[in-house]
Nanobody, 127 residues
Framework: VQLQASGGGLVEAGGSLTISCVVS????????MGWYRQAPGKQRELVAV??????????EYADSVKGRFTISRDDAKNTVYLQMNSLKPEDTAVYYC???????????????????WGKGTLVTVSS
């Protein structure tokens, strides 16, 4: 599985940016696609993920981005998007595309799973 992210860059505070990631290779029938981020000196944290499997489809967001960021996925294109609005300087980080193939589970944290990561794309929000 390979992940190719794009769309990072420099934006002013209050602005918007959309990043996207294309997943290629083995595609699981149950999977989650999403984004983590890592700011300088901090641990990598979940930003948003979207699970799809069977009849279940839901998204999970970090509290810090709820109401500002929207995740979507186009399974026909194996692509996940993150629409980021009302950006803040504290959103500055390297954003990593994430794909989780899930076996026997009905959600992001259930079943057995295998994680894949993209190389990351830098988002810088200036104040």
């Amino acid at each position: 599985v390979q992940l190719q992210a794009s769309g990072g860059g420099l934006v002013e505070a209050g602005g918007s940016l959309t990043i996207s990631c294309v997943v290629s290779g083995t595609i699981f029938s149950s999977s989650a696609m999403g984004w983590y981020r890592q700011a300088p000196g901090k641990q990598r944290e979940l930003v948003a993920v979207k699970f799809s499997g069977g009849s279940t489809d839901y998204a999970e967001y970090a509290d810090s981005v709820k109401g500002r960021f929207t995740i979507s996925r186009d399974d026909a294109k194996n692509t996940v998007y993150l629409q980021m609005n009302s950006l803040k300087p504290e959103d500055t980080a390297v954003y990593y595309c994430h794909y989780r193939g899930i076996y026997g589970g009905t959600g992001y944290y259930t079943g057995a799973f295998i994680n894949y990561w993209g190389k990351g794309t830098l988002v810088t929000v200036s104040s």
